[in-house]
DNA sequence: CACTCTTGACAACGTCATTGATAGGTTTCT
DNA sequence: AGAAACCTATCAATGACGTTGTCAAGAGTG
């Protein structure tokens, strides 16, 4: 079936609060405020702590990406991610994409200033 | 051929800068600052003066609902401008479109705080 | 000539993003 | 049990941004 490595789910809710703000390298207090603007939404374990996946610490880091290097707000970070649900489609990553090549990403931001013809 | 009434091709440039601030209740200083950031490119006359297009126009009422309704900042806007260049179609318009409707609307920014049902 | 345009600089005003501290309370781990 | 990390909520500092506005000196237009 489909859960051959359950341990490597990238849905699966791992990383503690202060986990994941140590991994994208930034405040705890900013992650709970991406949740707030309802940006991320880390699962809670049954005494309400956060969990964040592997898929949590993706989209934090595509919003880190957008707000630190790009200088979106998060006001633009939600209108890119209703737009990506709107059309199915990892609109995103298209900016990095040159004409029609179809690359297997993975969905993680590009480390820093992207190639893709430096944009 | 394609020019039956050239005297209302959208992209005919009519409007000088105070015109087209009035038509879309901005500030010239505005204009040119859109322009600096490259959101708008109003054609020039031979002596360098701005002539804004019915194109060009819309396309500043589009930056206006997004910063002024949904609160994108200016990198958002581009963002989302170079977006639609690299897929080729009107995303924009998705966020108020429902489903798999496929209106013709033109390219105008909603009025207000459109519903989607209301379009 | 009077008006409007051009660029460039400078500033004021309010808002936003991020980090940080604090308080009082709950969960987890040793 | 006690320390450490979590929770919510609030308040504040910092720097940056968006918009409007003005001033200057020059060029185009009616």
């Known amino acids: 079936m489909t859960f051959r490595r359950p341990d490597r789910d990238?849905?699966?809710?791992?990383?503690?609060?202060?986990v994941a703000a140590s991994i994208v390298s930034v405040?705890?207090?900013t992650l709970r405020i991406y949740e707030e603007e309802g940006l991320v939404c880390p699962a809670r374990t049954p005494t309400n702590i956060r969990l964040y996946s592997e898929q949590d610490v993706r989209r934090i880091?595509?919003?880190?990406?957008?707000?630190?290097?790009?200088?979106?707000?998060?006001?633009?970070?939600?209108?890119?991610?209703?737009?990506?649900?709107?059309?199915?489609?990892?609109?995103?990553?298209r900016l990095y994409t040159e004409?029609?090549?179809?690359?297997?990403?993975?969905?993680?931001?590009?480390?820093k200033a992207a190639t893709a013809a430096e944009i």
Chains 1, 2 share one sequence.
Do not use: D, K
């Open 10 to 18: 990238p849905t699966r809710p791992v990383y503690v609060i202060s």
């Open 99 to 111: 004409g029609t090549s179809e690359e297997r990403s993975e969905g993680a931001p590009p480390e």
């Open 27 to 29: 405040h705890p207090r």
């Open 61 to 93: 880091m595509w919003i880190r990406h957008l707000t630190q290097n790009l200088g979106v707000n998060l006001a633009g970070v939600r209108i890119l991610f209703e737009l990506e649900e709107r059309l199915g489609t990892r609109i995103l990553e």
